[in-house]
């Protein structure tokens, strides 16, 4: 699998015969030729870093290379992290689910739900389930319903029909959370203490 793999070209990596310079400090200095760049740059003892390639002239910028390379991971972890933050996930329950097995899935989706995840439900109707989906619609509030219990939940979506089933889509209610962790701090002061 080919990875999105984009390469920083740092001082006689560059090929173009003119640039467009930004200093350390940010400020910019021109379209100047890549000799006079590379000089000033190993006077400051800095690099010549090419940031972007997509405008004629590129732009590159003085600075310590290994500075620009971490900040560049370390930019990428943060993508990575909010990526992940709203992944979507799957918890997939049955027309005929106990439940002991409904507390489960929703123990499951608890954990998706304080990981950032979107929580996906489908319930799947086969043959003559598909004549009953009132009942199909109150296991997935049963499931709702367990699973508020343990965590603040928001409808992202309705319940609604979704191919041989029915479909809805969750998200933690942080609304309802701050309002509980408000609450603890409040002692009732209507019983004495002796």
Known sequence: MPQNFKRTFVNNQIRAK???LIDENGAQLGVIKIEEALQMAKDRNSDLIQVTEKVEPPVCKIMDYGKYSYRQEKKKK???KHQKAGE???IR???NISIHD???RARQAE???KKGSVVKIELRLNGREKALQDVAK???SKFIEILQSAIPVKAETEIKREGRG???TITKDTTQRNAIEQKPNEVDQSIPIS
Request: proline share 0%; charged share 35%.
């Open 102 to 104: 409904m507390e489960t």
């Open 111 to 113: 954990n998706f739900l």
């Open 88 to 90: 979507m996930k799957t």
């Open 166 to 168: 029915l479909m809805m």
């Open 93 to 95: 329950l049955t027309f």
């Open 138 to 140: 109150n296991k997935i």
């Open 18 to 20: 003119e640039i467009r």
């Open 78 to 80: 943060e993508e990575k």
